[in-house]
């Protein structure tokens, strides 16, 4: 409906737009450090227009700080139970994936404690989700909820002297990694669009979707895809791989007042998951944000 975007932001559905034309205006918080976040006038760089902003985390800084993010982060003016992100991309390089990534974050109005690992949230308060790049360049979700499965014993519980048991109980993002996905091509531009929905109270309907370039990529829901639960991974394809059931979807929430409030650029580094062979400099850049209640589709010419 709006090619080039133009007028986009007028949508009555459209929570967000930037195209950091005016710099990182309306974005909540972001990183000052010039050093690691810049937003750059390079039309023959930018996706559109003439800016875009620029994440960098280098081996340097890394081995002064363990822990670095390049974070651009919005909080939506009204939370919403459904919500569709799509912004465009462009992995300089060889620069290596960041530990974690993009993030989407639900809850209250006073729930603040998305990104906290090793955490199993409660279904009152809030949950949040990461898509991560592969090792293959290729996207994961990594998601946190309340009814989320452990890493400790094969089935997901925590229950010691379980099959598989770790020794220990603990409570990492459960990863979801679609099937037959085509990888990112370096150096190039490429549009992601991220929908997240809300359960329904008592039900497990919630669900994750993501298109890359306008293509469905990856759609867990009630029912779909096929596969098996193994520890806190489902698999649907790969070595692991069997076709026990149908995903169940998502319980994100036991309360109607846990809903979609935060949208973060969060390229996150650490130093001890840093590749040997990761350059001196690690960079993402963005351009042409958007968020919205209703499908957005990628940028039209």
């Not at 909820?145 to 094969?154: E, L």
């Not at 091509?185 to 929908?195: A, K």
């Not at 109270?201 to 994750?208: A, R």
Request: glycine share 8%; proline share 5%.
């Amino acid at each position: 409906m709006y090619p080039q975007d133009n007028g986009i932001a007028g949508d009555p559905r459209v929570l967000f737009h930037s195209d950091f034309e005016n710099g990182m205006a309306g974005w909540t918080r972001y990183t000052t450090d010039p050093e690691r976040l810049t937003v750059e006038d390079n039309p023959a760089i930018a996706h559109a227009g003439s800016r875009f902003m620029r994440s960098r985390i280098t081996r340097s800084q890394l081995a002064v700080d363990q822990y670095l993010a390049s974070m651009a982060q919005l909080e939506l003016s009204t939370r919403v139970p459904e919500l569709y992100w799509r912004f465009y991309a462009r992995v300089v390089g060889t620069s290596a994936r960041p530990h974690h990534w993009v993030r989407v974050a639900a809850g209250t109005p006073g729930f603040q404690s998305d990104g906290l690992a090793n955490t199993r949230p409660m279904g009152n308060a809030g949950f949040w989700f990461d898509v991560d790049l592969t090792a293959g360049d290729q996207f994961n979700f990594y998601v946190y909820w309340h009814a989320m499965r452990s890493g400790r014993c094969n089935d997901g519980s925590a229950t010691p002297g379980c099959p598989g048991d770790q020794g220990t109980t603990y409570y990492y993002g459960n990863n979801f990694t679609a099937a037959n996905q085509q990888p990112i091509t370096r150096d190039q531009w490429f549009c992601l669009e991220i929908r997240a929905k809300a359960n329904t109270v008592g039900s497990s309907d919630g669900e994750l979707t993501l298109w890359k370039d306008d293509v469905l990529t990856a759609d867990y829901r009630p029912g779909a895809p096929r596969g098996r639960w193994l520890r806190d991974n489902f698999f649907s394809w790969g070595q692991y791989y069997q076709d026990v059931q149908a995903f169940e979807g998502f319980d994100f929430r036991t309360d109607a007042d846990v809903l979609l409030k935060r949208v973060t650029l969060d390229a996150y580094y650490e130093r001890g998951t840093l590749p040997a062979s990761a350059p001196e400099e690690q960079q993402i850049l963005y351009d042409d944000v958007v968020v919205a209640t209703a499908r957005v589709g990628c940028r039209r010419p």
